[in-house]
């Protein structure tokens, strides 16, 4: 069968490869029958090369590697590509999946996370701020906006706001002020992202001390759920791309 190599980008806070691990864990008790493994393009162990490698070695011919990623920025249209050509497995048909992003499974997550906090549809007092990384590459963050747009339409707060931790505007004190404009009297963040680590971390001290904030999407079911389907996708769609 086709080995399921995940990769995330990797963190130097080990929550976040803890958290990835524990993910990875809830896809295989969905699929107990499938060879998963965990990988890390930078930052962490093991590096995704040398997970490809030890899937050859274990007599593997083919594997599908799944970004754990939640939008196709930098890391999925040039670092994903790269880090499978340097591994140089000829006789390894590698297949890479599409990314996480979008997909309604990641939004019903992050509301999810959102509860878990106390945090209810319907509160008028309450502003939202949804917020992710960031990215030199705009549409990444237009599928932020996009989604902060939808939730401000249907979800009764006094408004929600997309934000980014780097790279891109607005800026989570930015966002903030526009919710207490538009009459906010609480805040409450929801995120974006996959793990915890240092951008997760920092939109948490740029919120403010009052400010309520959802941990990040983790080992959700339905993230779990998402994997699976971009690994059975991969192998039955046209591939994206292949070591030769």
Request: with cysteine.
């Amino acid at each position: 069968m086709t080995a399921l190599v995940a990769v995330a980008h990797g963190s130097r806070d080990p929550r976040s490869a803890a958290t990835v691990h524990a993910l990875l864990d809830v896809v295989r008790a969905l699929r107990p029958e499938l060879d998963v493994r965990g990988s890390f393009l930078d930052l962490s162990v093991p590096l995704l090369g040398d997970v490809l490698r030890s899937v050859r070695a274990d007599g593997h011919r083919s594997a599908v590697v799944v970004p754990l990623l939640l939008g196709r920025a930098f890391h999925a249209r040039v670092d994903v590509p790269g880090a499978v050509a340097d591994a140089r497995l000829p006789d390894l048909d590698v297949t890479i999946a599409d990314v996480l992003g979008p997909d309604p499974r990641l939004e019903s997550a992050a509301l999810r996370r959102l509860a878990s906090v106390g945090v209810r549809s319907g509160d008028r007092s309450l502003g939202v701020v949804l917020a992710g990384a960031g990215s030199s590459h705009g549409p990444a963050n237009a599928l932020v906006s996009s989604i902060a747009a939808r939730w401000a339409a249907g979800a009764g707060w006094a408004g929600v706001e997309a934000a980014f931790a780097a790279s891109a505007a607005p800026d989570v004190p930015t966002a903030v002020g526009r919710l207490r404009a538009r009459g906010a009297e609480r805040i409450a963040v929801a995120s974006w992202f996959l793990a915890p680590g240092f951008l997760p971390d920092r939109v948490t001290r740029l919120a403010g001390p009052d400010a309520v904030v959802a941990p990040p999407l983790g080992a959700d079911p339905e993230v779990a759920e998402l994997v699976l389907h971009r690994y059975t996708s991969a192998l039955c769609d046209v591939p994206v791309a292949r070591t030769a």
